[in-house]
């Protein structure tokens, strides 16, 4: 029973297990249709997989780091994260804006911390969060492109193109760090830059490398630099670019030089730092170069080169164009002027100002000189250019040049000046070789306006001259030039060693030198060393004179006096209407009312001493007043070869105790250091002469009369002579011969016509 028992249980238990077995994989069956279907087996390198993967790394309140894909793998051999359809979003640290990067695939290695993309990278910068952005962003494509995702930064060593609001570019190799807003361009850079006028002319920028401080607004170019906008071209060495409103505003660069070439203007500049302002429009209004700044203008009439320490140029942007208003040069300036040579044209001269600062203005768009003005002390020169031109060179404390038409200068003012003009090389014997110097506290000079040649130069306050030993003075002087002749007004002097002349107004001729006075005229001229001496012009005292007028001519040599004249030399003198004087001939001629007075020495000499010494005269000898010989005529013509003085037109000569009137005198007079100013003298035509003694008056007619100072000889001819004595009578004949020292009197009758005397008896 037990054993049939023990196998009724077995049984059961049997029975019991299939039913649960077969409870069980009916269970299992129906769960196994109700589970989802398992995923394929992974590769053995890879780790995981997804799909519309997002990776983020937070902060406190907003995420630094964004990366977006399509799809995920993760590999585990290298450890490394696949991703295609990327998008990483790279957020400011305000959270207001982000970087937007994509690419078709890229592999993150978390280890490295890095994100690459091999293939076409697309990179916008400065999304707003909003997604509202204002204007045109900044996209940025290339290729093998890093991100490192510690730090941000992003960078590639291939070919960048981006385009922003401004622009566009390209160059090779790059990156970009967000946390410090930097963008870094490696080599072979290029930008094309506009300004926020559509209608603006772009700049191009190219350099070596590049450097981008968002945050600063500073641009860096390095090693080199280039700038081209339209025909403006700027090179140098490192530059910074400063930005405002997304625009260029400021250029710095080193080692500059730039060029602007237009149809009728070429413009260079250099200097070794050099900056630049730039209106929003790109267009250049300022720019400054120190230290050894240079600026060329070239023109088809001129060039005009400008080296200083320092210059600063503004220009006129009101075109759209940056066209050259003005340029200040600080320090050491030279500015030269030079014409540029053209077919049958002759050359004006070329032109230097120099000075501490110098301002340039430019007119007719910045192709032409307006004026160059010099803030401070400054110096003018004329370089000749050809044959008729002469050096001259002005110094003073202000100056202003005036241009007009194809930058032929027009106008010259100066304050305090003083100039210098030096002579032609000489053509004759005679002609100055001294330069030409003046002084003067104004000036002002006006040029031809189709050559530029001097044509007027007015100096006036404190005018002065110079040339040689011959020296003026006046207080206004006119030189013009086509005449070469300098007129000296108001309280006008000239003198040089031969004299001096002073007058209301001179009018020197520079070549010759000579002069031509008007209005109170005084001259002096020192006497002749050479030829004979008389009392008319003696060689050992000055030539005085006074007239209205004056003019010489020959270099001097020969003298007019005209008005009132008178000339004179010690007490001796001569008056007439005009006096010329040739002292080259020595000769004098008086014309309209002459008249002349020689000084008479007193006859009686001192006594010999005892030893021989001469004698003191006596007081009554000392105190005698001088006495003189007056001659009056209508004309007088002296020579000094026989020092013959001849007067006409009704002539009077009065001596002491002797009177002579007749038709015309001829005086010949002594040395001037004789005694007696008259040797002897010839009067013809209706001649007489009266003679007072102490205690009787003779006078004698004639129509011929001699006289002989030394014998005190009269001699009487022609018509009737007669001599009529106070005392003795009247005496008559064909020659009647008077020798007063002697009271003796000779009648040479005529033949068959003897002597007739008239005595008068004295009556006791």
Same mark, same amino acid.
């Given at each position: 029973m037990l054993r049939s028992t023990r196998g009724l249980l077995l049984?059961?238990?049997?029975?019991?297990?299939?039913?649960?077995?077969?409870? #069980?994989?009916?269970?299992?069956?129906?769960? +196994?249709?109700?589970?989802?279907?398992?995923?394929?087996?992974?590769?053995?390198?890879?780790?995981?997989?997804?799909?519309?993967?997002?990776?983020?790394?937070?902060?406190?309140? @907003?995420?630094?780091?964004?990366?977006?894909?399509?799809?995920?793998?993760?590999?585990?051999n290298p450890s490394r994260v696949e991703i295609e359809g990327v998008q990483l979003l790279v957020y400011k640290q305000d959270g207001k804006e982000y970087d937007d990067i994509r690419s078709a695939s890229a592999i993150l290695d978390d280890n490295?911390?890095?994100?690459?993309?091999?293939?076409?990278?697309?990179?916008?910068?400065?999304?707003?969060?909003?997604?509202?952005?204002?204007? *045109? &962003?900044?996209?940025?494509?290339?290729?093998?492109?890093?991100?490192?995702?510690?730090?941000?930064?992003?960078?590639?060593?291939?070919?960048?193109?981006?385009?922003?609001?401004?622009?566009?570019?390209? +160059? /090779?190799?790059?990156? #970009?760090?967000?946390?410090?807003?930097?963008i870094h361009l490696n080599s072979q850079v290029e930008l094309h830059w506009r300004g926020r006028n559509p209608n603006a002319k772009p700049m191009k920028i190219e350099t070596g490398e590049l450097i981008y401080l968002e945050r600063e607004s500073h641009v860096f170019l390095k090693p080199w630099s280039r700038l081209t906008r339209d025909t403006a071209v700027l090179e140098g060495g490192e530059a910074l670019v400063t930005l405002k409103d997304k625009a260029i505003d400021h250029v710095e660069?080193?080692?500059?030089?730039?060029?602007?070439?237009?149809?009728?203007?070429?413009?260079?500049?250099? !200097?070794?730092?050099?900056?630049?302002?730039?209106?929003?429009?790109?267009?250049?209004?300022?720019?400054?170069?120190?230290?050894d700044a240079r600026l060329v203008s070239t023109t088809e009439t001129s060039k005009t080169t400008i080296?200083?320490?320092?210059?600063?140029?503004?220009?006129?942007?009101?075109?759209?164009?940056?066209?050259?208003?003005?340029?200040?040069?600080?320090?050491?300036?030279?500015?030269?002027?030079?014409?540029?040579?053209?077919?049958?044209?002759?050359?004006?001269?070329?032109?230097?100002?120099?000075?501490?600062?110098?301002?340039?203005?430019m007119r007719n768009g910045g192709r032409d000189l307006d004026n160059v003005e010099t803030l401070t002390p400054g110096r003018l020169e004329f370089l000749p250019n050809r044959p008729g031109q002469r050096h001259r060179t002005v110094d003073a404390d202000h100056m202003l040049v005036t241009y007009g038409a194809s930058n032929v200068i027009q106008f010259f003012r100066a304050t305090d000046a003083a100039t210098r003009t030096d002579p032609e090389p000489p053509q004759q014997a005679g002609e100055s070789s001294d330069p030409l110097l003046t002084w003067s506290k104004d000036l002002k000079a006006d040029f031809d306006p189709k050559t530029g040649q001097l044509a007027h130069m007015e100096q006036w306050n404190d005018f002065r001259y110079q040339e040689g030993d011959r020296r003026a003075r006046a207080n206004r002087a006119t030189l013009e030039q086509a005449r070469n002749l300098i007129t000296l007004d108001q309280a006008a002097r000239i003198w040089d060693a031969s004299?001096?002349?002073?007058?209301?107004?001179?009018?020197?001729?520079?070549?010759?030198?000579?002069?031509?006075?008007?209005?109170?005229?005084?001259?002096?001229?020192?006497?002749?060393?050479?030829?004979?001496?008389?009392?008319?012009?003696?060689?050992?005292?000055?030539?005085?004179a006074k007239a209205k007028r004056m003019q010489t001519a020959d270099r001097n040599e020969k003298i007019h006096y005209e008005g009132q004249a008178v000339a004179w030399q010690g007490a001796n003198r001569v008056w007439a209407d005009t006096i010329d004087i040739d002292r080259t001939e020595r000769r004098l001629v008086a014309r309209g009312h002459a008249r002349t007075q020689f000084v008479e020495k007193?006859?009686?000499?001192?006594?010999?001493?005892?030893?021989?010494?001469?004698?003191?005269?006596?007081?009554?000898?000392?105190?005698?007043?001088?006495?003189?010989?007056?001659?009056?005529?209508?004309?007088?013509?002296?020579?000094?070869?026989?020092? &013959?003085? @001849?007067?006409?037109?009704?002539?009077?000569?009065?001596?002491?105790?002797?009177? /002579?009137?007749?038709?015309?005198?001829?005086?010949? &007079?002594?040395?001037? *250091?004789?005694?007696?100013?008259?040797?002897?003298?010839?009067?013809?035509?209706?001649?007489?002469?009266?003679?007072?003694?102490?205690?009787?008056?003779?006078?004698?007619?004639?129509?011929? !009369?001699?006289?002989?100072? !030394?014998?005190?000889?009269?001699?009487?001819?022609?018509?009737?002579?007669?001599?009529?004595?106070?005392?003795?009578?009247?005496?008559?004949?064909?020659? &009647?011969?008077?020798?007063?020292?002697d009271d003796k009197l000779l009648v040479n009758g005529i033949a068959r016509e003897p002597a007739r005397a008239l005595v008068l008896r004295r009556h006791h």
């Open positions: 049984l059961a238990i049997v029975l019991m297990l299939g039913a649960v077995a077969a409870n #069980y994989y009916n269970q299992k069956r129906i769960l +196994a249709n109700q589970a989802p279907r398992a995923p394929k087996s992974l590769p053995v390198d890879t780790d995981a997989s997804a799909t519309s993967w997002i990776y983020r790394k937070d902060q406190t309140t @907003h995420g630094i780091v964004e990366v977006r894909a399509k799809r995920f793998k993760q590999l585990n490295k911390s890095t994100l690459y993309a091999d293939g076409v990278v697309d990179i916008t910068m400065g999304v707003p969060a909003d997604n509202q952005p204002h204007g *045109q &962003l900044m996209e940025i494509h290339s290729s093998g492109v890093t991100y490192e995702t510690k730090t941000g930064v992003a960078s590639t060593g291939r070919a960048v193109n981006f385009e922003f609001e401004q622009g566009d570019g390209k +160059a /090779v190799g790059a990156s #970009y760090d967000p946390n410090r807003e930097e660069a080193k080692q500059a030089h730039g060029t602007d070439q237009q149809p009728a203007r070429e413009l260079e500049y250099s !200097a070794n730092q050099l900056e630049m302002n730039l209106t929003p429009e790109g267009a250049v209004e300022k720019l400054s170069g120190e230290p080296t200083s320490r320092r210059v600063d140029m503004d220009f006129d942007t009101s075109s759209g164009a940056s066209e050259l208003k003005q340029a200040l040069m600080t320090g050491n300036t030279v500015l030269e002027s030079a014409p540029v040579p053209h077919e049958n044209t002759l050359p004006a001269e070329t032109r230097i100002v120099r000075g501490e600062r110098v301002l340039l203005r004299g001096a002349t002073s007058a209301d107004r001179i009018l020197l001729d520079q070549k010759s030198g000579d002069i031509s006075a008007e209005g109170n005229v005084v001259s002096t001229r020192m006497p002749d060393q050479k030829g004979k001496s008389s009392a008319m012009l003696t060689n050992d005292q000055p030539l005085e007193h006859k009686s000499e001192p006594a010999k001493a005892a030893d021989g010494a001469a004698a003191q005269p006596s007081t009554n000898e000392a105190a005698k007043a001088p006495t003189f010989v007056v001659v009056t005529a209508a004309a007088m013509v002296y020579t000094e070869a026989d020092r &013959l003085a @001849h007067y006409t037109g009704g002539a009077h000569m009065v001596r002491p105790g002797m009177d /002579v009137k007749a038709s015309e005198i001829r005086a010949f &007079l002594n040395d001037s *250091q004789a005694s007696s100013s008259l040797d002897h003298a010839f009067a013809d035509g209706a001649v007489t002469i009266f003679r007072r003694e102490a205690d009787r008056t003779l006078t004698g007619t004639g129509e011929h !009369a001699e006289y002989y100072d !030394a014998e005190q000889r009269i001699f009487l001819a022609g018509g009737e002579p007669e001599l009529v004595d106070s005392v003795r009578g009247t005496t008559k004949g064909r020659e &009647l011969t008077y020798y007063a020292n």
